[in-house]
């Protein structure tokens, strides 16, 4: 007696479908954090602006006779601000011999050296 084999042909195998419910999740609580820190920041906006105007607006008021009265290298001027200052970076332009202060994203400031008027800050645009 011959035993025929024949190809067994293989089970379906059931396999779950993927779990989306994490992804679809982490969606969420992202699309949340970011909904949560645009109204924050629009919340302070005003103080932040606020606080980064009159930061940006020492910040050149200080570097401009630093640097265009006494002379020195503008990376020394920043030693003469004041404790927390550490968001206020200086550029300068030396043809129009003024000092620009910028707090990154909020605020910028100008001041200008003008012979026999010293420093003086642009006009605030709200």
Known sequence: MAISQQPVSPQPVHQPAPNRRPRRRKRKIALAVVVALAGIVA???RPMHEFGLTAASFGARV???C?????????TCKDDFEEGMDLVFLSED????????T??????????FREGQGCVLEGWRD
């Open 94 to 101: 030396e043809e129009a011999r003024s000092v620009t202060a």
């Open 63 to 65: 570097a401009c006779p």
């Open 103 to 112: 707090v990154p994203l909020i605020a910028s400031q100008t001041a200008t």
């Open 43 to 45: 919340w302070y906006w």
């Open 67 to 75: 640097r265009y009265i006494s002379g020195r290298p503008l990376e």
